[in-house]
Nanobody, 118 residues
Framework: QVQLVESGGGLVQPGGSLRLSCLAS????????MSWYRQAPGLERELVAE??????????NYADSVKGRFTISRDDAKNMVHLQMNTLKPEDTAVYYC?????????WGQGTQVTVSS
């Protein structure tokens, strides 16, 4: 059974930083692209960042709204994917979810709340 467990969310002031982590299990982690999504109240879930496999060059894609501020990375030895978030803005406030598309299904973690406020 696929499990994705996020951690690292919290309350931070504008301009601050947070590092989110996702521990994955139940599938061969190194063979799959991993993504971070977020969902703010009243809005649809949106893709924040994705990372390909190491075999594919560990390429990274970002939403325009986070380019230059967020960095996605993966540690295949630990089955973990991270999202380093710098220069946070109030509009980054959302629940952040780890995601993998595995066996023709989207899998999600329980989410971690990020609140950017003074």
């Amino acid at each position: 059974q696929v499990q994705l467990v996020e951690s690292g969310g919290g309350l931070v002031q504008p301009g601050g930083s947070l590092r989110l982590s996702c521990l994955a299990s139940g599938f061969d982690f190194s063979r799959y692209y991993m993504s971070w999504y977020r969902q703010a109240p009243g809005l649809e879930r949106e893709l924040v960042a994705e990372i390909t496999t190491a075999a594919a060059g560990a390429g990274k894609n970002y939403a325009d709204s986070v380019k230059g501020r967020f960095t996605i990375s993966r540690d295949d030895a630990k089955n973990m994917v991270h999202l380093q978030m710098n220069t946070l803005k109030p509009e980054d406030t959302a629940v952040y979810y780890c995601n993998v598309y595995y066996r023709e299904k989207e899998w999600w973690g329980q989410g971690t709340q990020v609140t950017v406020s003074s």
